[in-house]
């Protein structure tokens, strides 16, 4: 790390990056909270996560600018390992998900999150933002009309005074402003001091109380890849967004091992694994973060805020931190998405949907995310299935009949292949040119060889010209009439 790397990566920004993490700090308080309850744990677990995590991605992480933290995604999947088996084995299985995502960093598999379709991203993006939202309404039934009025003041600072100034972020003006006027007010309105017990003191150092056997892994296992894979791919479409919103570039691979570090480290201090967060990223960019020390400062602030300013984050009205998480929702939302629905192909606007609504609906991100890609790769392969031509041409004197193949030649491919040959014409022999062509699996191979069979039977002479080396070598494992193969390029 020389001097260069510093300045660029951590002080070229940095009263922004102090006030956004101040921001940043705050919302991760509530979320932090209602994360543990979800997981079924202490709300210090959560808030030493969010603590430990955003720090050490600051030093370590891939993204400047990034904010990771206890999720409500991984939260979901500690459910079970939590209720049968208790805190001491979610510690253990945090662990050994760290130890996952540094070994897929040291691999460089980050560099596959260029598979993931734009659709599926956009899709995952726009159903976070609903979760976001929806996550806000029970904060918002059954309340006081109060609540309501503090909301809507709290939404007209965020969007009105950026009019104004921007010398300080709004969201940080609406939640300080709010939280004065409930004090001075004695206003009866939900607080952050009712989600749970704020922690009194630092995180002690402690190994998980497991024991170190092979029925302990055959527990943690399951749940640590699945919280792995989980981990990785929020982390990698966090890192995604804010490089679109900040036009800037990343290292998925550092930002693998970046995170692998953090939950192994958090681990060893009560807390659970965590990932990137997309709203709280969101968050730290609208209000000017841009560095590491953003991030940083996000969770030096948030231990800060919950040690050292306990008794006024108490009093923070919920309606306050529920209109900034408001904001993050409306500000993660793609509306384009919708807005250029006409004129974007009908099959990347399935994906994008059935990605949405699959996660909306089963709370399940890596499902739903799996499902887009199914549904791409679907879609591209019967595209590409369509795009193969034959050009017929038959020798002056009619004894010959040449076949010249253009396209990709693979299970879907096949059927399209096969229509294009006139089995029952009359000619001495047969030139099926590949030159043009690629043959991707055993399908193609087995069609290629099932049309030679079938001119052969009719009495032609066959050949296959043109085969490429992957082509020719596939073709020659394979076929059961490779011998009428010339392998020319």
């Not at 250029?340 to 399935?350: K, L, Q, V």
């Not at 004197?397 to 030649?409: E, H, N, P, S, T």
Request: glycine share 8%; with cysteine.
């Amino acid at each position: 790390m020389n001097l260069k790397f510093v300045q660029r990566e951590w002080f070229f920004n940095t009263r922004q990056d102090l006030l956004a993490g101040a921001v940043v700090g705050l919302a991760l308080i509530p979320e932090a909270i209602a994360f543990s309850i979800i997981a079924g744990v202490d709300p210090k677990v959560g808030l030493y996560t969010s603590f430990i995590i955003a720090v050490l991605t600051a030093f370590f992480g891939g993204r400047p600018g990034s904010i990771s933290a206890a999720t409500g995604a991984m939260a979901l999947l500690m459910i079970d390992l939590v209720k049968d088996h208790g805190l001491q084995y979610l510690l253990a299985a945090t662990v050994l998900t760290g130890v996952i995502q540094v070994i897929f960093g040291i691999l460089k598999l980050g560099r596959q999150m260029k598979y993931v379709p734009r659709a599926v991203m956009i899709g995952y993006i726009n159903a976070l933002a609903v979760l976001i939202f929806l996550a806000q309404l029970p904060q918002l039934t059954n309340v006081p009309v109060t609540v309501y009025i503090l909301t809507i003041l709290s939404l007209a600072i965020i969007y009105i005074l950026p009019r104004f100034t921007q010398a300080v972020p709004s969201p940080l003006v609406a939640l300080a402003v709010m939280t004065i006027a409930a004090i001075a007010l004695k206003l009866e309105v939900p607080t952050v001091g009712d989600m749970g017990e704020l922690p009194t003191a630092l995180p002690i150092f402690a190994l998980p109380s497991v024991p170190f056997n092979l029925e302990t892994l055959q527990i943690i296992l399951p749940y640590s890849l699945t919280m792995a894979i989980v981990g990785l791919l929020a982390s990698f479409l966090t890192a995604a967004l804010v490089d679109d919103l900040t036009d800037t570039p990343s290292d998925k691979n550092q930002e693998a091992k970046g995170q692998g570090i953090a939950n192994i480290v958090t681990a060893f201090f009560g807390g659970m694994a965590g990932c990137g967060m997309i709203g709280q990223s969101v968050i730290n960019v609208q209000s000017g973060g841009r560095g590491r020390l953003s991030t940083l400062a996000a969770g030096v602030f948030l231990l800060f805020a919950i040690l050292g300013l306990q008794d006024w984050v108490k009093e923070m009205p919920m309606a306050a931190l529920v209109a900034v998480m408001i904001m993050v929702s409306i500000g993660t939302f793609s509306w384009s998405s919708f807005k250029n629905m006409s004129r974007t192909p009908r099959t990347e606007t399935a994906v994008m949907l059935t990605t949405m609504f699959v996660i909306i609906f089963t709370r399940n991100f890596a499902l739903g995310v799996a499902t887009g890609i199914v549904m791409s790769t679907v879609f591209f392969s019967r595209k590409i299935a369509l795009l193969v031509f034959v050009n017929k041409t038959l020798s002056d004197d009619g004894a010959r009949r040449i076949y010249q193949v253009a396209g990709q030649i693979f299970f879907l491919s096949k059927e399209e292949f096969l229509r294009s040959f006139d089995f029952r014409e009359l000619v001495e022999c047969v030139t099926i040119d590949l030159t043009q062509a690629h043959l991707w699996d055993q399908g193609a191979v087995e069609t290629v060889d099932k049309v030679v069979s079938k001119f052969r039977r009719n009495g032609a002479e066959v050949e296959v010209v043109g085969l490429n080396e992957a082509s020719a070598t596939l073709f020659n494992r394979l076929a059961d009439n490779k011998e009428s193969a010339v392998i020319e390029n």
